[in-house]
Each structure stands twice: as C-alpha cells, then as structure tokens.
C-alpha cells in the first residue's frame, strides 16, 4: 500500500447528474416488454445495479438470468443513447477532479454501472487520464451498501481504506462507504435530501464545496 490519500468517486448522481436519464431508459425498456415503471418504484433503487432493480421491479414475471442479461443491455444501451444527446455534468465535476489531480490525490471511480457507462462519462469529462482504477457493476458480486466495490477500489489503487475518501449520492453508496472504514462524503442531487444522507461524515449540496484541502483534513482528521 502507498502513502497517497484516494477519493473514490460514485458516478451517477456525483460525476454526472443522470437521474432522468435512467428513469427515462427504464421507461423505455418497460414499455417494449408491455410493463410499467413509476418515479416512485424507481427512485429507491437509483444506485443499484441493473439486475438488481429489474428484481425488485418485476418480480411477478421470474425472469430468467439470460433475460434478465438481455433487459440489462438494452436499458443501459437506452441510457447511453439520451447521454449522449445531453450530457449531464455535475457542476463542478471537472474543476475537482482537476484540483485533486494536480494535488496528488488517487482518483478512483466505485459505480455500479457497466464499463461502457463508465467510460462514456469520463471521456465526456475528458478526465479519463486522471483516474488509476475504476471498479463497475460487472466487477463485482455484492451491490452497495455492501464495501464490496469500494474496497475493491482501494485494492487497485494500492491505498488503504483508511486513507480514502469517497462521494456518494445515495443512502446505500453512503452505507457502503462508512463499512468500508472509508471517509463518507454525500452529494444533495436530484432525488437526494441532506436528511437522506445524513449518516455520512460531511454533506455538502454542490462539489464546489469540496476541494483537495477539505477532502485531505477530513481523511486525516478521522484518523487522529
């Protein structure tokens, strides 16, 4: 393990605000199967895997894995077709991952979407380069508020948990993080109140707020 301190970024909700963008795609991906979806059934598990949610939403239809596989890929091809029309930056997003970069901090993505997701974002943030390890949905087997992907993240980066930070959106992701032994930052964003995400270390309602000096007391300040 090398001395670096590490933030571990969620994507959805933290690096790019694609809350509309999922609900919307999994409207579609209902529709073509005759089914429906509600904001209300959808938002508790925005932040979950896809095979995940199509298990909590349908679970009267007993999908097999193959076809639960086949839902998984047209929703998440769905998802990448309306982002690419309108890429949803978080405000703030490139300036701290900026700032970080420059400041020697390892950067690390802990998302629950697939590779191809994930790639998309960063190369729409042209910040790609900046990040040592990216952890998706396909890498792991436990979805948050189990660590599972944030310690794997760690692992990558060659930092211990202790010396990571992470930004999250999502009760779950925030769950996640504070089992992991991990520094727990939550985003407000859409669909996600101060109150929601209380049990995190430090709140803040824009990444504005955050920067390489905040986020290095709140990782060392844990430790004393």
């Given at each position: 393990m090398n001395d670096k301190l590490a933030i571990i970024f969620?994507?959805?909700?933290?690096?790019?605000?694609?809350y509309q963008a999922h609900f919307e795609s999994w409207r579609a991906v209902a529709a073509e199967e005759g089914l429906t979806v509600t904001e209300d059934q959808f938002a508790p598990t925005f932040g979950r895997t896809s095979r995940e949610i199509i298990a909590a939403?349908?679970?009267?239809?007993?999908?097999?894995d193959?076809?639960?596989?086949?839902?998984?890929?047209?929703?998440?091809a769905a998802f990448r077709e309306?982002?690419?029309?309108?890429?949803?930056?978080m405000p703030g997003a490139t300036e701290l991952l900026r700032s970080l970069d420059e400041a020697g901090f390892a950067l690390a993505v802990g998302s629950s979407g697939p590779p191809e997701n994930i790639e998309l974002v960063l190369d729409g943030?042209?910040?790609r380069a900046m990040f040592e390890a990216i952890v998706t949905g396909r890498d792991v087997t436990r979805?948050?508020?189990?660590?599972?992907?944030?310690?794997?993240?760690?692992?990558r980066l060659g930092v211990s948990p202790e010396r990571c930070a992470?930004?999250?959106?999502?009760?779950p992701g925030v769950a996640a993080a504070n089992a992991a032994g991990m520094a727990s930052i939550g985003l407000v964003s859409t669909g996600r109140t101060r109150e929601l995400l209380a049990a995190a270390d430090l709140v803040v309602d824009f990444l504005g707020e955050l920067s390489p000096a905040v986020l290095g007391r709140l990782i060392t300040g844990r430790r004393q």
């Open positions: 969620d994507m959805d909700g933290v690096l790019v605000d694609t939403l349908w679970t009267e239809h007993r999908y097999d193959d076809e639960i596989a086949r839902l998984d890929d047209r929703k998440e309306i982002i690419r029309v309108r890429f949803p930056a943030l042209g910040a979805g948050k508020p189990d660590p599972q992907v944030f310690l794997l993240a760690s692992q992470v930004i999250e959106d999502a009760p």
